[in-house]
């Protein structure tokens, strides 16, 4: 299978440099899959399950949003937040979906709108973890 490299960037660390198989990105309209030779693309993502393949392993990084850049040069992801799955703490981000929650009944309009949808992905997030670890 051909590679391709693949950079994951978050405000504290380049996360993941290296080349890879292939890298499925929770986009804003849609999970997407990237494999050598994709064609540019540029999409937000979404908070989620970042799925990284390579040498027939795969590795799982949770993202909390970001901007995802397909180009000449492979893939770039500069996630807002990246995190190994094994290292997520779903008490932390019960908390926030708490947080989150209480923050929505001050918003009205499109701002409540963009949060109710942020919510909802990180509501989506939880629940993908909690069957993680059911597995």
């Known amino acids: 299978m051909a590679t391709f490299h693949f950079e994951l ?10 080349d890879v198989d292939q890298v ?3 986009g804003t309209e849609g999970d997407f899959g990237v494999f050598a030779g994709h064609a540019p693309l540029i999409a937000l993502m ?3 399950i970042m799925t990284v393949y390579s040498g027939g392993e795969q590795t799982k990084v949770v993202v909390l949003g970001g ?13 807002d937040v990246a995190t190994p799955l094994e290292d997520v703490d779903r008490g932390v981000l019960q908390a926030q979906i708490t947080e989150m929650e209480q923050s929505c009944k001050e918003l009205e309009g499109s701002e409540l709108d963009r949060a109710i949808a942020r919510l909802d992905h990180f509501k989506a ?5 909690q069957g993680t670890a059911l597995h």
Do not use: C, M, N
């Not at 960037?9 to 290296?18: L, M, R, Y």
């Not at 901007?67 to 996630?79: F, K, M, R, S, W």
């Not at 997030?125 to 973890?129: G, V």
């Open 67 to 79: 901007l995802a850049e397909v180009g000449p040069d492979g893939l770039t992801v500069l996630a």
């Open 9 to 18: 960037v978050s405000p504290e660390k380049i996360a993941f440099s290296g």
């Open 125 to 129: 997030l939880d629940q993908h973890l």
């Open 46 to 48: 979404r908070p989620g």
């Open 24 to 26: 499925d990105v929770p």
